[in-house]
Nanobody
Framework: QVQLVEPGGGLVQAGESLRLSCAAS????????IGWYRQAPGKQRELVAT???????NYADSVKGRFTISRDNAKNTVYVQINSLKVEDTGVYYC??????????WGQGTQVTVSS
């Protein structure tokens, strides 16, 4: 059974930092690309950061310079470090796993709320 679990959300103030993690089980983690999505209230889900099985990273323009995605294959875990949080970073953050940009496994999501 595939599971992606995303602890690490919460209520933070603007300007603070937060690290989200995505712990996977039931898949050969090192072979999977991982994406972090964000769904803000009333908006569509957007892809904000990705890391390939080879470690290449990519970011949405809205988060470049503030988000850093990384992976630890020994722990089957991907992290996203979020610095200088903004109110507009508020939303539910989901991690997803797949191959070639097709994400087929999804976590349940974690809420991040940034207050001003």
């Amino acid at each position: 059974q595939v599971q992606l679990v995303e602890p690490g959300g919460g209520l933070v103030q603007a300007g603070e930092s937060l690290r989200l993690s995505c712990a996977a089980s039931g898949i050969i983690f090192r072979t999977k690309d991982i994406g972090w999505y964000r769904q803000a209230p009333g908006k569509q889900r957007e892809l904000v950061a990705t890391i390939t099985s080879g470690g290449s990273t990519n970011y949405a323009d809205s988060v470049k310079g503030r988000f850093t995605i990384s992976r630890d294959n020994a722990k089957n875990t991907v992290y996203v470090q979020i610095n200088s949080l903004k109110v507009e970073d508020t939303g539910v953050y989901y991690c997803a796993a797949g191959v070639g940009g097709r994400y087929v496994y999804w976590g349940q999501g974690t809420q991040v709320t940034v207050s001003s």
